[in-house]
T-cell receptor, first 114, second 115 residues
Framework: AQSVTQPDIHITVSEGASLELRCNYS??????LFWYVQSPGQGLQLLLK??????LVQGIKGFEAEFKRSQSSFNLRKPSVHWSDAAEYFC????????????FGKGTKLSVKP | GAVVSQHPSRVICKSGTSVKIECRSL??????MFWYRQFPKKSLMLMAT?????????EQGVEKDKFLINHASLTLSTLTVTSAHPEDSSFYIC???????????FGPGTRLTVL
């Protein structure tokens, strides 16, 4: 079955600390992987995506993610968190020509302590 | 680039009325648009996929006669919630994709409250 698991429902980190949000997927074909961020009451903003090539991808706002095929993971990282990063983060998986068959994880809510 | 807008951002309506939500791709042509529903503290649930000029494909369990989707042009799709009821209250989000990119860009969402 195709699925995305984000094991952490809620994470709190201190401002300036490093961050890692976990994402594991199960997908029958070559996966296309995405991280989106959603601020309260807002839509989703694409942070980064991985289709192929270098397994470490850089995104906007200083985020990066690493694709590890052997672990079926696509964890999101940021070396130093800012208060404005507090939001909900969604990992999603799709495939080439999937025509919208994006499968989302349940999201991880990030809180940032001053 | 890749900006998607939705209108209205929030709407309150009486039970039994119909509500239309617009989704526009502002700076690109969207061959495919998607409509999602998001419940509080939940992930996104895909409702339907629409390609310009053709009928929408609905996900299992989504009533196509209740949630009417029209994708009349490469920059506009509309979702009409017909005969809305309080259980239709939700956050509706659209996204748009250009053929061959396999990347969806999301609108800001519409908060629907049915009284």
């Amino acid at each position: 079955a195709q699925s995305v698991t984000q094991p952490d429902i809620h994470i709190t980190v201190s401002e300036g600390a490093s961050l890692e949000l976990r994402c594991n997927y199960s997908y029958g074909a070559t996966p296309y992987l995405f991280w989106y961020v959603q601020s309260p009451g807002q839509g989703l903003q694409l942070l980064l995506k991985y289709f192929s090539g270098d397994t470490l991808v850089q995104g906007i706002k200083g985020f990066e993610a690493e694709f590890k095929r052997s672990q079926s993971s696509f964890n999101l990282r940021k070396p130093s968190v800012h208060w404005s990063d507090a939001a909900e983060y969604f990992c999603a998986v799709g495939g080439e020509g999937s025509q919208g068959n994006l499968i989302f994880g349940k999201g991880t809510k990030l809180s940032v302590k001053p | 680039g890749a900006v998607v807008s939705q209108h209205p951002s929030r709407v309150i309506c009486k039970s039994g009325t119909s509500v239309k939500i617009e989704c526009r791709s502002l700076d690109f042509q969207a061959t495919t648009m998607f409509w999602y529903r998001q419940f509080p503290k939940k992930s996104l649930m895909l409702m339907a996929t629409s390609n310009e000029g053709s009928k929408a494909t609905y996900e299992q369990g989504v009533e196509k006669d209740k949630f009417l989707i029209n994708h009349a042009s490469l920059t506009l799709s509309t979702l009409t919630v017909t005969s809305a009821h309080p259980e239709d209250s939700s956050f509706y989000i659209c996204s748009a994709e250009t053929s061959g990119t396999d990347t969806q860009y999301f609108g800001p969402g519409t908060r629907l409250t049915v009284l």
